[in-house]
Structure formats: structure tokens, C-alpha cells
T-cell receptor
Framework: GAVVSQHPSRVICKSGTSVKIECRSLDFQATTMFWYRQFPKQSLMLMATSNEGSKATYEQGVEKDKFLINHASLTLSTLTVTSAHPEDSSFYIC????????????FGPGTRLTVL | AQSVTQLGSHVSVSEGALVLLRCNYSSSVPPYLFWYVQYPNQGLQLLLKYTTGATLVKGINGFEAEFKKSETSFHLTKPSAHMSDAAEYFCAVSEGGFNKFYFGSGTKLNVKP
């Protein structure tokens, strides 16, 4: 099946710094990528949808200036948490959707962000 | 609008017993429905999905689910629980195909020896 990777798997940073998380589709081209956030012991909440080459669409309540999303190619999307604060600590999961005949959504393994 | 309700945040069964995890959804369009499993500190693994066609869907690890439109339900079952089934399970609905996913709050399954 299709594989989506995320890097890093874990990151610890100081408050006020920025952190970049990469999401890659390894064996298919992803026309659309999604970013989710999962708080401890809670469900996944969709943060934004990004289409290659265009601006991301953010869900209500998600700060676009705080969570910068770039989908520069059909295999890579990045999420940058700017000026991170402890409340940004969370598990971030991306997913990628292929187009064409295999129009499915595949999830990455997630990135655990801890902001000190 | 789409939403998913999973009844029971925690379910405990004995090894070998039937597993039943409940999921009800609301959707303004024909839904695509999914069940995912998540082990601690890991991503989501797809168990099974319903898109169109046969309403009884079989997935991996002996799980299956039945789409019941009249009841707006997509409950997950497994005839005989195994210790390795202990994990958190999420039901999800997507709008208009494999677009935005809306997840339920999750059900943590505990399997007792």
C-alpha cells in the first residue's frame, strides 16, 4: 500500500522557537495533503487542507500565521509551528490523498511535538 | 455537516469474547466510513472502509463492520478478542469521497486475560 512518512517523529523545542514538520508521500503523488492535531487522549482534529501549488485552507479556529503550511510538490508538505508555546505541544499527523484510480487518503505515523 | 459519535470511550472485554465498538454518524452526502486503530504514540492504521457496494465490510485482523443507512451506524465487530487488539479505535466519516475526515472521539479497547 501507499506509504506516508513524517519527519521528525519526535521533537522537543524551547518556547518561542519555530519547528518544521515534513510529510512525504513515498510512492505516490499526493494532490492533497491534510494536517491533523491530536491532543492527549483526544481525537484527531483537522487543522488544514493543502493542495499542491496553492494556499492551504484552514479550519475554523486554526491560526494560519501560527501554523504555516507549504505544499511545494506533489510529494512533500510541511507544517511549521511558529513561535511555539507549551500549549502547542501535541501529536501532529498528516495524511495524503492520491488522485486518479487510487483516490484514497493515507496517514503518516505522526510527530510528537513537545514545547518546553 | 459531518460528525461522528462513538459511544463508550472505554470498552473492556475478556480475551476470546465478542468485540463491539459503536459508531454513529451524520452526513449530508453519501458517506465514506472508516475504522482506524491507533497504538500508543503511533499513527493510524486502517482497519476497514466502506465506500459503496456491499454493506458488510471485512477488514484486517478479523474485524468487520456493517453500514446501516437507516440507523446511520457503522459498528465495528470482531468475534473473538485477542490481547493484541488492545488499542484505541477511531471511526471516521469523509465527505464526498476521500476528502476531509471527521473523526469520532475514539474508543479505547482493553482486553482482559
Amino acid at each position: 500500500g501507499a506509504v506516508v512518512s513524517q519527519h521528525p517523529s519526535r521533537v522537543i523545542c524551547k518556547s518561542g522557537t519555530s519547528v518544521k514538520i515534513e510529510c512525504r508521500s513515498l510512492d505516490f503523488q499526493a494532490t492533497t495533503m491534510f494536517w491533523y492535531r491530536q491532543f492527549p487522549k483526544q481525537s484527531l482534529m483537522l487543522m488544514a487542507t493543502s493542495n499542491e501549488g496553492s494556499k492551504a485552507t484552514y479550519e475554523q479556529g486554526v491560526e494560519k500565521d501560527k501554523f504555516l503550511i507549504n505544499h511545494a510538490s506533489l510529494t512533500l508538505s510541511t507544517l511549521t509551528v511558529t513561535s511555539a508555546h507549551p500549549e502547542d505541544s501535541s501529536f501532529y499527523i498528516c495524511s495524503a490523498r492520491s488522485g486518479g484510480a487510487i483516490n484514497e487518503q493515507f496517514f503518516g505515523p505522526g510527530t510528537r511535538l513537545t514545547v518546553l | 455537516a459531518q460528525s461522528v459519535t462513538q459511544l463508550g470511550s472505554h470498552v473492556s472485554v475478556s480475551e476470546g469474547a465478542l468485540v463491539l465498538l459503536r459508531c454513529n454518524y451524520s452526513s449530508s452526502v453519501p458517506p465514506y466510513l472508516f475504522w482506524y486503530v491507533q497504538y500508543p504514540n503511533q499513527g493510524l492504521q486502517l482497519l476497514l472502509k466502506y465506500t459503496t457496494g456491499a454493506t458488510l465490510v471485512k477488514g484486517i485482523n478479523g474485524f468487520e463492520a456493517e453500514f446501516k443507512k437507516s440507523e446511520t451506524s457503522f459498528h465495528l465487530t470482531k468475534p473473538s478478542a485477542h490481547m493484541s487488539d488492545a488499542a484505541e479505535y477511531f471511526c471516521a466519516v469523509s465527505e464526498g469521497g476521500f476528502n476531509k475526515f471527521y473523526f469520532g472521539s475514539g474508543t479505547k479497547l482493553n482486553v482482559k486475560p
